[in-house]
């Protein structure tokens, strides 16, 4: 009983696949979206792709409360530089500024960040912010528990000047490659595209994604069957 316990107890952590795709004119957002709490699945549709600014997201992995505070002291730092400026952040001043907190507070957060964006000075950018505060503007980057089982995947895959849609399809499929090989990962699959047009969310269910190797079709739980059927009156 102890341990069950213990595993309540834990911090929610996003076991996660969370990536970032540059493509000729924007880039692409994905995430899967299960959060757990040690063992047990605290959130199975969590949203792990979040606004900074209106041209600029962050994904989270890691311990969700430290990406989420850290997601909010940056909102609030861009929203103080845009008033300041009067035009949006740089998706490059954005990626700084998560870089630099999670750099100071590198003894005391547990995420890793993948900041992506448009702006009208060098497009689509794309930047990963590991586990200490590192910088690095990537054409694609993933990151998350899922992402050990993608990086040949994704070098074999990526190419450059790929097409809006080969962007989205990429991203999407990589995700639910993840989830099938990845016990943290799961649910269901978010993207994010921004270009010079704005930004356009996509959602894709569970039961929609593909299968891959063997996987199980998902099934109506014991309890959705119950609770779906009146039980039968008792005779006596």
């Known amino acids: 009983m102890d341990s069950i316990y213990n595993d309540l107890n834990a911090p929610h952590s996003m076991g996660t696949t969370i990536i970032g795709v540059t493509y000729d004119g924007g880039v692409v957002l994905g995430a899967d979206s299960r959060t757990s709490t040690g063992m047990y699945v605290a959130n199975r549709a969590s949203d792990k792709?979040?606004?900074l600014t209106d041209n600029v997201y962050i994904c989270r992995s890691g311990s969700a409360a430290d990406s989420q505070v850290l997601s909010d002291y940056v909102r609030y730092y861009l929203h103080q530089h845009t008033i300041q400026l009067g035009q949006p952040a740089t998706v490059k001043v954005a990626a700084n500024l998560v870089r630099m907190v999670s750099y100071n507070n590198k003894n005391m957060l547990q995420t890793g960040?993948?900041?992506?964006?448009w702006d009208k000075y060098e497009g689509?950018?794309?930047?990963?912010?590991?586990?200490?505060?590192?910088?690095?503007?990537q054409p694609f980057t993933i990151g998350g528990s899922g992402s050990s089982y993608l990086?040949?995947?994704?070098?074999?895959?990526?190419?450059?000047?790929?097409?809006?849609?080969?962007a989205e399809k990429l991203?999407?499929?990589?995700?639910?490659?993840?989830?099938?090989?990845?016990?943290?990962?799961?649910?269901?699959?978010?993207?994010?595209?921004?270009?010079?047009?704005?930004?356009?969310?996509?959602?894709?269910?569970?039961?929609?994604?593909?299968?891959?190797?063997?996987?199980?079709?998902?099934k109506d739980s014991l309890l959705d069957s119950l609770s779906a059927t009146s039980p039968e009156p008792m005779v006596s």
């Not at 960040?113 to 964006?117: N, Q, W, Y």
């Not at 930047?127 to 503007?137: A, K, V």
């Not at 990086?151 to 000047?161: A, H, L, T």
């Open 124 to 137: 689509g950018k794309i930047y990963g912010i590991p586990l200490g505060g590192t910088l690095l503007e």
């Open 151 to 166: 990086y040949g995947f994704f070098d074999q895959v990526w190419k450059e000047g790929m097409t809006q849609d080969e």
């Open 171 to 218: 991203v999407v499929k990589a995700v639910s490659l993840a989830i099938a090989r990845d016990g943290a990962s799961g649910g269901v699959v978010r993207t994010v595209t921004i270009n010079k047009d704005g930004v356009s969310r996509k959602f894709y269910p569970g039961n929609t994604l593909p299968l891959w190797h063997e996987e199980l079709e998902a």
């Open 113 to 117: 960040l993948i900041v992506g964006g």
């Open 49 to 51: 792709i979040t606004q």
